[in-house]
């Protein structure tokens, strides 16, 4: 299946992601949260944004890859960060987007309070066509 990412020419092209996304006929695959853990369970890189979210993206590529898909057939993503700085936002998405690479679907970057594990920072949904 081919994902086809939008770009709205009256928008701003300037932007870093494509504006939406569109998955043809078939079925969506909506991932959990991807959580900077470890396969025993613990938290990766406890106050180092860029750490956890490269960890991040290697457990969201293996989500995808267990559900019969990978990146580029994401359709949306949303990335929370627990922080209200800006350079932590902007070094989260730094790593999800290099992780993305050309394929710029559609995102929501969000400084939060809170996440569920205790020393988490970064943590990322997705959305994906099922191949």
Known sequence: ?????????????????????????????FTAGACPIDSDGNVVG??????????????????????????????????????SEHDDLLAAWEVVSTSFGDHDAPS??????????TGQLVEVEAVAAAR
């Open 1 to 29: 299946m081919t994902v086809n990412l939008i770009r709205a020419p009256r928008l701003d092209p300037g932007v870093p992601y494509a504006y939406a996304a569109v998955a043809p006929p078939g079925s969506l695959i």
């Open 46 to 83: 406890v106050g180092d944004v860029t750490r956890q979210a490269e960890q991040v993206m290697a457990n969201l590529t293996e989500a995808l890859a267990a559900a019969g898909c990978g990146l580029t057939d994401v359709l949306k993503t949303t990335v929370y960060v627990a922080s």
């Open 108 to 117: 929501t970057l969000l400084g939060v309070a809170l996440l569920g594990y």
